[in-house]
């Protein structure tokens, strides 16, 4: 696992630790941007475009890089194009941010597997989302991520709670559960657009758990009641105010973070106005960073889509 030392407003952070046992650990905070994976004219990955947007959130002052998630595209991804995107994410953060590598399926075996690879390729951490399709017991879930945390030779892991697209939902008690039995789980993505999910966490758990949320319009909200930071699709387009939202939130000046994150909230809506990540992917292109395609069985956002997400962009960018 990488160790490093970010630097962000005058504030350094660690993020590589280790505790007595030499288990290794991540303490988690901040904004983490959700990289979208960007595509050559021949659906090709484009790695130069990649290695540009990875510079361009280290620039902004992101708190890590989120590879190979659902933002961006892993379930049309080679095994290949996962492992390259990941070790060019780590080649070009070069230390300065953790790279937590996006790397769970349906399938446990092949979970641990992907798992080991990007481990070995220098991630940081892995997030491992719930296993989609087979909407397993949540038994089911907890054994499952029991045996993938527990491959790993106590690297850390990110749980990754998205119900509404793996149709399963990981509850407090069986988040509990696996947090007892495996204590390289160290947070938890919680993208359930329910901030109550996040309080009962926190409740159960405390300090246990990191709790990110996984819904950028949820941020500030989940902050409140004890989540540390967010894992970010709009951070693609932009880092530096996504980012200083959490930490205007965590220095605790709400007021201010409010205000900022308020006239975020329309940017937010706009890169889910279609399936992501087709809108982010449309922002990114009018940014001129790269192309807006997506891979079936996705689609690129339409015109109609593309229009009013430019408009919102032009107009919040108005306000900068």
Not at 52 to 68: K, N
Not at 262 to 278: I, K, R, S, T
Not at 292 to 315: K, M, Y
Request: proline share 5%; charged share 20%.
């Amino acid at each position: 696992m990488a160790e490093g030392r970010q630097i962000r407003n005058g504030v350094a952070a660690d993020w590589g630790l280790c505790d007595r046992e030499g288990m290794s650990m991540l303490a988690l905070q901040g904004a983490y941007t959700a990289l979208v994976t960007p595509f050559t004219e021949e659906g090709e990955v484009d790695l130069g475009a990649f290695e540009a947007l990875v510079e361009r959130q280290i620039a902004g002052g992101i708190s890590g890089l989120v590879p190979c998630g659902t933002t961006g595209e892993t379930p049309t991804l080679t095994d290949s194009e996962q492992i390259e995107l990941v070790r060019r994410a780590v080649a070009v953060a070069a230390g300065r941010v953790p790279v937590i590598a996006g790397t769970g399926s349906f399938s446990t075996k092949k979970s641990i597997e992907a798992s080991k690879r990007a481990l070995e390729a220098g991630a940081s951490a892995v997030m491992v989302v719930m296993p989609y399709y087979s909407k397993p017991t949540q038994e089911g879930l907890v054994q499952h991520m029991v045996a993938v945390a527990g491959a790993l030779g106590g690297a850390p892991v990110v749980l990754y709670n998205i119900p509404g697209r793996t149709g399963v939902d990981l509850g407090p008690e069986a988040t509990e559960r696996i947090c007892e039995k495996a204590t390289n789980v160290v947070a938890i993505k919680e993208a359930t657009g329910n901030v109550l999910r996040c309080q009962e966490l926190k409740r159960r758990l405390g300090d246990r758990l990191t709790v990110l949320s996984g819904d950028d319009g949820l941020t500030l909200p989940m902050m409140a009641v004890g989540a540390s930071g967010v894992i970010s699709v709009s951070s693609n387009v932009y880092p530096g105010p996504v980012g200083e939202v959490v930490r205007l939130a965590l220095g605790g000046d709400f007021a201010t973070a409010r205000r900022k994150h308020l006239a975020l909230l329309p940017v937010h809506d706009a890169m889910f106005l279609e399936a992501n990540p087709g809108p982010v992917k449309a922002a990114c292109a009018w940014k001129g960073w790269m192309r807006a395609d997506v891979r079936l069985p996705l689609v690129a956002a339409s015109e109609g889509t593309r229009s009013r997400i430019e408009a919102i962009l032009r107009a919040y960018e108005a306000t900068l």
